[in-house]
T-cell receptor, first 116, second 112 residues
Framework: GAGVSQSPSNKVTEKGKDVELRCDPISGHTALYWYRQSLGQGLEFLIYFQGNSAPDKSGLPSDRFSAERTGGSVSTLTIQRTQQEDSAVYLCASSRVQEVSGNTIYFGEGSWLTVV | GESVGLHLPTLSVQEGDNSIINCAYS??????FIWYKQESGKGPQFIID?????DKRQGQRVTVLLNKTVKHLSLQIAATQPGDSAVYFCAENIGGYSTLTFGKGTMLLVSP
């Protein structure tokens, strides 16, 4: 596809269960970001991958959150033992260039996670 | 901690009016700012950006103003249209090699 693809688009899970969210970045994009957006809030940075460099995990809120990026392309965000406060939209973005530039960062439509 | 914030959570305007959305930032080291538009159920879309060596930048129907003295950023939308209804976020960046820090957003509602 032409854009950043995320799946699932919606996920309802029970408290305590693990969830995996997937992001397919735009082909050729070396930078990949995960953000979280709670209802009525701005975007909260979670993690950043750039090429083969060590990821910037400084935004992950707890050790229940982890992310991988295999082969420099697809990324998976995993939330273990989900809590109700994890309910949010999880947005993935990718960029072709390393330097942050607004018109080169493309966002997916997000994965809506509801923890009941 | 330092963060980007917005003065108005909701702005209601009539079609054809000019809209002004404001944003205050507190990190004086930020040197790059972006405005995003987010429609319901979609990811943020880039509107316009500005670097700290500028105080004004114009796009198509949009203008961004940067006042570094008071750490204030604004987005002006001329002749607002119903299709402009969305949540608008400002975001800041330091040095170009870190991530973006987003504000909470302002909902713009345009009435026909």
């Amino acid at each position: 596809g032409a854009g950043v693809s995320q799946s699932p688009s919606n996920k309802v899970t029970e408290k305590g269960k693990d969830v995996e969210l997937r992001c397919d970045p735009i082909s050729g994009h070396t930078a990949l970001y995960w953000y979280r957006q709670s209802l009525g809030q701005g975007l909260e940075f979670l993690i950043y991958f750039q090429g083969n460099s060590a990821p910037d995990k400084s935004g992950l809120p707890s050790d229940r959150f982890s992310a991988e990026r295999t082969g420099g392309s697809v990324s998976t965000l995993t939330i273990q033992r989900t809590q109700q406060e994890d309910s949010a939209v999880y947005l993935c973005a990718s960029s072709r260039v390393q330097e942050v530039s607004g018109n080169t960062i493309y966002f997916g439509e997000g994965s809506w996670l509801t923890v009941v | 901690g330092e963060s980007v914030g917005l003065h108005l959570p909701t702005l209601s305007v009539q079609e054809g009016d000019n809209s002004i959305i404001n944003c205050a930032y507190s990190n004086s080291a930020s040197d790059y700012f972006i405005w995003y538009k987010q429609e319901s159920g979609k990811g943020p879309q880039f509107i316009i950006d500005i670097r700290s060596n500028m105080d004004k930048r114009q796009g198509q129907r949009v203008t961004v103003l940067l006042n570094k003295t008071v750490k204030h950023l604004s987005l002006q939308i001329a002749a607002t249209q119903p299709g402009d209804s969305a949540v608008y976020f400002c975001a800041e960046n330091i040095g170009g090699y870190s991530t973006l820090t987003f504000g909470k957003g302002t909902m713009l509602l345009v009435s026909p």
